[in-house]
């Protein structure tokens, strides 16, 4: 008998000459690996180019999801499908094309657009998975987190911490969709997921123009002295849009009178940060609000982590590795570890990115390479 006689093993065995580095194939090596697979084995040399490839090989692909697309599917998922206790949330979450039909934007991020109509009630829940929300348009949701009312309102970042109790309600006469992104991939992974139902009804269903925690909180430079200790998730949990706007006008304004300030030239950007650390919003997620100047183009950047992106306004094209997108307001992308990113502005464009950053600074595997553009 001749090794190509006999069934093929699940562990990579060449039925020829060996390749660099492995054994010639011969009945008793065949035999050597079924013992492996009979005993839940899996030899280093057989696997070795896939488990420390030379470079990031993320199994998660470029992708656009179209707002223009997205929408709609939210609208008819509003007409069809109640939100109550048990599916909790009208959350619909982008599913990578290379993760298998996985609901992740990422192997560590989540995104989702989540709708609630008139006069709904999303019920309180909490879980140890941290998350934001994010609005592209519309008003008149309040986010309830530990009983605090929070105002959602276009370009509004609103944080809810892991186990932070938090329930959603419309007071309006329009429904809202917006942006939700955590970190439910990497929790998963991790196996350290924990979720509890909250109360039956909302703690607080009053429409306060200004949070209690922005109360306390939200005042540019100052903290209360009385104020918890520093801890890993921001006790504020809104970022109101007319401060990210403010911030980066000023960059660009500061920049045309030939003072520093930009990431490079017409390319403005703010990162929201933990007011008693100065470090990033949520443990496992960073936040950030990019402003491009018409016309602009950046320059390539690659790193280890992942990203997604919403245009908050504006029109441009943005190259993902080899592949080219054109993008307006409210489309959605994600970017996958190490793959080159590029952005170009055809008129002022706006974008809010969240990613894994954190993460991977911790884990001490963070690395950026910046190249200038050949487009």
């Known amino acids: 008998m001749s090794i190509s006689d006999l069934p093929a093993s699940p562990v990579r065995l060449a039925a020829g000459t060996a390749g660099p580095g492995q054994p010639e194939p011969t009945p008793e090596l065949h035999t050597l690996y079924r013992d492996f697979e009979r005993e839940s084995l899996v030899p280093l040399w057989t696997e070795i ?13 470029p992708h656009r999801w179209s707002w223009a697309s997205l929408l709609p599917l939210a609208q008819q998922a509003g007409d069809l499908v109640p939100v109550g206790r048990g599916g909790e949330r009208r959350a619909i979450a982008l599913a990578n094309p290379g993760l298998g039909g996985a609901p992740f934007a990422t192997p560590t991020l989540w995104a989702a657009i989540q709708y609630l109509g008139p006069g709904e009630v999303a019920p309180v ?20 987190v530990d009983g605090d009312p929070v105002a959602m309102r276009r370009g509004d970042l609103l944080l809810t911490p892991g186990w932070c109790f938090h329930g959603h309600h419309n007071t309006s ?13 990497l929790v ?3 196996g350290s ?8 009804t909302l703690e607080d269903t009053s429409t306060p123009a200004v949070s209690r925690a922005e109360r306390l909180w939200g005042h540019p430079g100052l903290r209360p002295v009385a104020g918890p200790r520093p801890r890993t998730s921001s006790p504020l949990s809104a970022y109101r849009w007319e401060h990210t706007d403010a911030a980066l006008a000023d960059q660009l304004a500061l920049e045309a009178e030939g003072h520093p300030g930009t990431v490079e030239p017409g390319h403005a950007a703010v990162r929201f940060t933990n007011p008693t650390t100065g470090g990033d ?5 960073r936040a950030e609000f990019h402003r491009l100047r018409a016309g602009t183009v950046t320059a390539s950047r690659r790193e280890v982590g992942s990203s997604v992106w919403q245009v908050f306004d504006g029109r441009g094209t943005v190259w993902t590795g080899d592949r080219e997108h054109r993008v307006e307001r409210g489309d959605v992308f994600v970017v996958p570890s190490w793959v080159p990113l590029v952005l170009a502005a055809d008129e002022p464009l706006d ?7 954190p993460v991977m600074e911790r884990l001490h595997a963070d690395r950026v390479l910046v190249e200038e553009p050949t487009r």
């Open 49 to 61: 180019g896939d488990l420390m490839p030379i470079h990031p090989r993320p199994a998660a692909l």
């Open 125 to 144: 829940h909490r879980h140890t998975q941290h998350a934001f929300r994010f609005v592209v348009e519309g008003e008149g949701v309040w986010t309830v």
């Open 173 to 185: 006469t329009e429904p809202m969709a917006w942006l939700d992104g955590l970190d439910i991939p």
């Open 188 to 190: 998963d992974t991790l």
């Open 193 to 200: 997921a924990f979720f509890e139902f909250g109360p039956e």
């Open 281 to 285: 919003v949520l443990p496992t997620i």
């Open 351 to 357: 974008l809010f990115r969240f990613s894994d950053a």
